[in-house]
């Protein structure tokens, strides 16, 4: 009698137990992290210099707290270090007034419908006339929406999958054919023929791999095997199984995991001996010089990464860069390519609306086509697809955790539509077009 | 041969993490009832006291005993963590004994509380919130002893403890104007624990390759656990942990002193979360947000294993591990060469780390559909209200 009284509620407390296990479960796949931003960059300050006829709002909209904070504070800070750069210099012209760039900031909060609800309340409350924001496509398919709707404009700095062209997002960060596409080249010509594709499993390394495996199939490569990574997973162990199993005597592996899990899989890799030096090439898309500090270099150095700026990029314009950053936020702090593409891409949105004359959305987006910018990475000019024409670098992880650049492949073209997936090949998009589906047509 | 060699080996190693994670919690959920959520957080605690300890070994006159820190991150991890639970238990969860669900909220809480804490943590803060607490647990000794026996005492101690924590907050914004006490510790981004030399390499025993990082989280699971076993069987207060579990009422009457056992009881778990945390550093990432990395992890191993006994928590650690990795490397396939074609898609489907994961959980909720009290039921308190 006494058992089965006792019992009963144990049987309750681990049905809700276990159903609690599922929504956690649940919860760190969607990405959430709980808690609140900490470190919040110092506002820019009103820089004194007075004079200016008037104000106009933009938005920000980083992850501030949650998992993906450790990347997106940098992004948020680089973005604030040109705003203050603008106003110092004199805010925007438009008009024949000077206005103030006054950022707005909200938390993302490494949660995507959150980036969703936090657009709308700057676009419809604070009136902000752009918000530049968003890391993981996850964050951008969910922002996606509320700008079309709106008919509000979103600046995007994050390399990504592509197979997306909106007419309310500025892409600012890479395509495949400026990252993924002449790396996996690279590694055909001068690493090996057999390639095992590691990802995160969510949109970016699911979409990413198969543009990869599309043009291994077309320029000769072997697929030996994939595997993907729940966020925020640190058991790699049956990954690297799986590996030893494909590639026993070395081969390329190229990694797209994000996060927190790339700490494990390096760690993990190292310790089972997969190794540069035993004849692994890894290359990874999301490792830059902010990820090799927290990940050890010891971990990294010999594996190679792709990117458009590499803070030992050794140009006038990038020393001036990393060293405003350094100076602003820190002497340890690095910069790093997203954190180049968010600071360019608040220069390009001035010049585009200096350009046109004035700050409405509208305007902005049909004069910024064609714009240029001496950007860190070097002169960078927006196209007509609402992408940039980028530099793209392969470099190789060194002691210090810089990169040393291997490779520069010189200005590259962003393409939009993938050309190796057969569903999208042969579509183009051109928003100076006046056509209804300048965004996805076929030539 | 090798490849089953290499999967059991694989399979001890992923389940020794969860069984060494899972240890503490199996103390603190299975022997005292308490639903921990800031058990990853504790283990978070200990990963950060093993960043402390690299970090004063680096440099300094001690860099001789640099290889050995995570040796020396053991205990310390121990103490830091099992204080940080003691803590705990002396002012949340000692209220709310007999009452899981609030317990649940409440730790939950504490876990966000110590995120933030590592996230904010800075010489000015601490400065502030030591001299808060002293305030605030010193300033009511100084009343009058009459004063605190009134009605109106709890106002008398609400109001220190609001002057306390203003006074608190003002040093730690006074302390805030010098830069280099307003700078973070740890601060939100990923810190960098890196494993000494001798543990970054492998070994390589009949074919299997056994890197020594893995190998030293075996041991150290072994040796946790004997020393539970032996702390809990041998051992005058674990006898006395056990009397309680069984029977609070009757330890109680014949003179346990059942507050120091709830203690010691929580403060064992939660050290043993630190221990875990040193040996996590090894495999994955450091960061504010790690915790939750393991905690569903642990409740899956505890209740699977049955709550309240240990070796159901040993058993359910290593089939999950053993599961898991079976699954996930597809491993099944070269074991079992001449499996039937539809069965070999069926696994081949599943070979992936997420689907892995999907099936792992699936059988686990699907067995506790026939066994609700998970492998080893046993008939304890769950602490009866």
Redesign the interface.
Known sequence: MK?LA??Q???R??????A???T??LA?CGGG???????KAASTDTGGAGGFDGEVKVGILHSR???M??SE?TVAEAELMAIDEINAAGGVKVDGKKLKMVPVEEDGASDWPTFAEKSKKLIDQDKVAVVFGGWTSASRKAMLPVYEAKDAFLYYPIQYEGQECSKNIFYTGATPNQQAEPAVSWLLKNKGKDFFLVGS?YVYPRTANTIMKEQLKAQGGKLVGE????L????V???I??I??ALPKGGVIVNTLNG?????FF??M????ITPANGYAIMSFSIAEEEI????P??LEGTYAAWNYFQSLDTPASKKFTTDFKAKYGDKRVTNDPAEAAYSMVYLWKLGAEKANSVDDNKVRESLVGVSFDAPQGKITVQPNHHIEKLVLIGEVQKDGMFKILENKGMVKPVAWNQFVPETKGYTCDWTQKRPDAGKYKL | MTSLL?TLF?GL??GS?LMLAALGLAVVFGLMGV?NMAHGELMMLGAYTTYVVQNLLKTGPLQALFPAYILIAIPLAFLVSGLAGLVLEKTVIRRLYGR??ET?LATWGV??IL??LV??VSTAFFIGLVLALVLGLGLPRFLPAAWLRQRWSPLLKLGSWLLAGGLGIALAALAGQTRQLRL?WF?????????PQW????IEVAGV?M????LFIIALTALSLIAVHWFLQKSVWGIRIRAVTQNRSMSSCLGIPTDKVDALSFLVGSGLAGVAGVA?T?????????G??Y??DC??VV?LGG?GKLLGTVVAALGIGIL??V?????LL?LWPQMPAALNSLITFFA???M??VLV?ML??AF?QFR???LFPQ??R?V?A
């Not at chain 1, 595997?227 to 729940?230: N, S």
């Not at chain 2, 699954?327 to 491993?331: C, D, N, Q, T």
């Open positions: 058992s006792q019992n509620p144990t049987r407390l681990i049905g809700s137990l276990s609690l296990g599922l956690l479960t760190s992290g709980g808690g609140t931003g900490a470190d707290s949650g998992t904070a450790i504070n499993d595997d993907y990574l729940p925020g997973n640190t058991e162990a049956p990954i199984a799986k030893k199993q927190d899990s790339n700490v494990a760690k993990q190292k310790a089972a001996g500090a927290a990940i050890g010891e971990y | 290499d694989n190693a992923i993490v639903i899981p669900l649940l876990s966000l995120q933030q996230r904010s973070p601060s939100a981004r990923n810190i960098e624990v890196t494993a543990l970054r390499g492998s390759t890197p020594t990082g893995r996590v090894l495999l994955g990432s450091v960061g504010p947000n790690m939750g990395n905690i569903v409740f899956m209740v709550v898991s990795y699954l996930g490397s597809g491993s070269l992936t780390t997420s892995a994961k959980f686990i909720v506790l609700p009290a998970g008939k304890g769950m009866e």
